[in-house]
């Protein structure tokens, strides 16, 4: 009988520790998911900093570079697009669509020499460099935090515990095209 009582207490035992470790390793994904969230919000708000600043930089602009209305109109269809965006995905493809819209408007800028002197553009121009530079940290920790979540449910037995508690990978990842940090900063 005290065999019988042993061997009942040891499964008893290591059902508990197994419990124990499924819930810590839950508790751990969830926590993770979190912070990709968190950090995608951290994205999200260097992204409508610089969508913010923009309407500035185009009517600082405007008076000099009147005949670039299609410059002007994709960078509004794309800060349009951004402030719509429900998704990572759907902001990451604004987010693209405005960069090109912003890089074609700098590299056009460069044609205007009043416009290159003008003290509002050229501040205008500092702070979406900044916003820039705040958009890449931020992206970075983004994508950092999905590599991490990622590794997780792939790792076992942390596998086992993803698949039984509806975690699957999430490949939102903020990847940027060649030539990216599509904003240069124009030397005068």
Do not use: C
């Not at 050229?122 to 970075?140: K, M, P």
């Amino acid at each position: 009988m005290k065999t019988g009582l042993i061997i009942a207490l040891v499964v008893v035992v290591a059902g508990v520790a197994a419990a124990g470790e499924f819930i810590s390793v839950r508790n751990n994904l969830v926590m993770q998911r979190e912070a990709i969230n968190e950090q995608w919000s951290q994205v999200d708000v260097a992204l409508e900093r610089r969508a913010d600043l923009l309407p500035n930089l185009v009517a600082a602009v405007k008076g000099y570079m009147q005949h670039e209305t299609e410059v002007f109109k994709d960078i509004a269809d794309a800060r349009a697009a951004l402030a719509g965006g429900q998704t990572p995905q759907e902001k990451i493809a604004a987010n693209g669509r405005l960069e090109s819209g912003l890089s074609r408007l700098l590299v056009i800028s460069e044609n205007y020499p009043q416009l290159r002197s003008n003290e509002n553009f050229l501040r205008l121009q500092d702070e979406i460099a900044g916003t820039e530079n705040r958009i890449a940290v931020e992206r970075r920790k983004y994508n950092e935090a999905l590599e991490h979540y990622n590794a997780q449910i792939q790792r076992f037995p942390d596998n086992i515990v993803a698949r039984l508690s509806g975690f699957t990978r999430n490949d939102a990842y903020f990847k940027t095209g060649p030539g990216s940090r599509a904003v240069p900063k124009v030397q005068f």
